[in-house]
């Protein structure tokens, strides 16, 4: 289960699939996802609470990935991370509250 859209990608970020392919943009999902995985220690279900908090970091990683698969340019880089650094904070907010949230094993 993935928990974003390529459509959603493509919304919020206006990107073209001249600019990032299908393909591209379902390896970046997919990789978002299991980068939220490994940092959560859990996959997650439409059913846990939260749910949507982590559909829209998701959503934050995959962005990111998108904008930093582009040429580099200093509006882009700036947006890659600034996209990053979101997801990041509402990682940290979730950490705060009773979620099962655990902190990457290593």
């Known amino acids: 289960m993935t928990y974003c859209t390529k459509e959603e990608i493509r919304n919020l970020t206006g990107l073209t699939e001249v600019e990032v392919s299908d393909d591209q943009l379902d ?3 997919e990789e978002a996802k299991n980068l939220l ?5 859990q996959s997650w279900y439409s059913s846990d609470a939260n749910y949507s908090e982590i559909q829209t ?8 990935l998108a904008y ?3 040429p ?3 509006e882009v880089n700036e947006k890659a ?3 990053h650094e979101k997801a990041l904070r509402m990682l940290d907010a ?3 509250f009773e979620t099962g949230l655990r902190a990457p094993q290593g």
């Not at 995985?37 to 220690?41: K, Q």
């Not at 970091?57 to 995959?62: G, K, L």
């Open 27 to 29: 390896q970046m999902i």
């Open 37 to 41: 995985d490994t940092y959560t220690g």
């Open 57 to 64: 970091v998701t959503r934050f990683i995959a962005i990111s």
């Open 68 to 70: 930093e698969s582009l």
């Open 72 to 74: 580099r340019t200093p």
């Open 81 to 83: 991370q600034r996209y």
């Open 94 to 96: 979730l950490r705060g």
